[in-house]
């Protein structure tokens, strides 16, 4: 990133479909093995929809420790502290003398109460003599229809309070929501709150658990998910002609970013640097990504340019790649207009063939994906390609794990209503 301060990574927190912590994920995404099952959260048969990559064997007990609200937490609170948790004992902080002021969190976190059924109430009480929803009615019901559960927390700012409360971080603190591209949002203006000299260390990521009633009635009448209910493992199928939708994922991931030289002060171990952050708006619809990808390709372009580097510089591709028709196509071509005839020799995957779509946290795993790439050579592959579609022409590291070196790596992230974001790491160069 531009600037004489220089951000990079010291820790990873994962907890996804794929597992909790980083082996563990990484152990899936390189042997290609999905995350996507049966859904159980709740009984979904009248769903057309019936399959999600759910968080598995996550006991918040064991992870978070002795606490009074430990069953007040929304699964956005629970899945962040922990990834939290790992990723603060992974950059070995925790016999640092930190200081409180220096210490910030800035999360990209969506809802968190897992049953959503408080909406799907208050709609029904605010129905007209004609059976349509009467919003002055709804309004009126006042906050306090909005959690009749007043012990379980839903608000998507809850997981910034519990971290900085755990961790005594006094310094900046926000998060923000721009769909799916949050948590990769809120790592580069967690980045820029370092460059700018903010804070010294930052816990970036996010969390969301949007596997609940109102959320899968919501991408079901979007026609947005994937109804391959009799084979879950193949249903995100990214790039692929058969592609139907996107798989309804949940999880959280948390990254610790520091200033370069708090890092290198303490002997950190250092996974790599972020070196440039771009963001646009499609400025369209309120949920199309634009035909032309022109908001996609200024956020790639944005990025480089804030990195300093050619596009034939990147070595591989995290693609934001949800397995929607309109998606895939628009952004590989994006990714053409921006990167031309090297377009057609970087590799490109997209991990959500294996562990779905974290929504708001999706960002956020997919960047420490693209470190991980870099530091032990191997790019996760895109699962379930089966069919060609002329519309996706390029290497999508079909099915199998690739060894390579990869010196710089983008992860793209776009956001219904147009917002999109692009990260550019690169391998750390002492």
């Known amino acids: 990133m531009s600037g004489q301060r220089r951000v990079v990574i010291t820790g990873i927190g994962l907890v996804t479909p794929l597992g909790i912590g980083l082996e563990q994920n990484w152990d899936s995404l390189i042997n290609g093995r999905s995350g996507i099952g049966r859904l159980t959260h709740f009984n979904a048969s009248g769903f057309p929809t019936r399959i999600a ?69 208050r709609i029904s009480e605010s129905l007209d003599a004609h059976g349509e929803v009467s919003i002055p009615r709804f309004l009126s019901r006042g906050m306090e229809m909005m959690n009749p559960r007043k012990d379980i927390e839903y608000e998507p700012n809850k997981p910034v309070y519990h971290i900085a409360n755990l961790f005594n971080a006094h310094g900046p603190n926000s998060n923000c929501l721009t769909a799916c591209a949050a948590s990769a ?34 991408f079901s009448l979007l026609n947005a998910i994937s109804t391959r209910n009799d084979e879950p493992e193949k249903a995100s199928r990214p790039f692929d002609q058969k592609r139907d939708g996107f798989v309804l994922s949940e999880g959280a991931g948390v990254l610790i970013l520091e200033e370069e030289s708090h890092a290198a002060k303490r002997g950190a171990r250092i996974y790599g640097e972020l070196l440039g952050y771009g963001c646009s708006s499609d400025a ?147």
């Open 284 to 430: 369209y619809r309120i949920t199309d990504i634009h035909p032309d990808g022109r908001g996609a390709a200024q956020a790639m372009q944005n990025a480089l340019n804030d990195a300093r580097i050619s596009p034939p510089q990147v070595g591989y591709i995290n693609a934001h790649g949800t397995s929607t028709q309109i998606n895939d196509r628009v952004e590989t071509l994006a990714i053409k207009k921006v990167f031309g005839e090297h377009s057609r020799a970087v590799p490109i995957s997209s991990t959500k063939s294996i562990m779905g779509h974290l929504i708001a946290a999706a960002g956020a795993v997919e960047t420490a994906v693209c470190l991980l790439a870099i530091g032990r050579g191997i790019i996760p592959p895109t699962i379930n390609q089966e069919y060609p579609d002329p519309d996706c022409d390029l290497d999508y590291v079909p099915n199998k794990a690739r060894e390579a070196k990869v010196d710089i790596a983008l992860s793209n992230s776009f956001g219904f209503g147009g917002q999109n974001i692009c990260l550019i790491l690169s391998r750390y160069q002492g």
């Open 185 to 218: 949002q809120a790592l580069g203006e967690a980045a820029c709150s370092i460059v700018r000299g903010d804070a010294e260390v930052m816990f970036a990521g996010g969390a969301h658990s949007m596997i609940h009633p109102m959320g899968l009635a919501g």
């Open 53 to 121: 990559g759910q968080v598995k064997g996550f006991n918040a007990r064991r992870m978070l420790g002795p606490r009074d609200d430990i069953d007040c937490l929304g699964a956005h609170s629970r899945f962040s502290l922990a990834a939290a948790r790992l990723a603060h004992e992974d950059a070995g902080l925790g016999g640092c003398a930190l200081k409180p002021e220096r210490v910030g969190v800035y999360l990209g976190c969506g809802e968190g109460d897992p049953s959503f059924l408080w909406l799907a109430r």
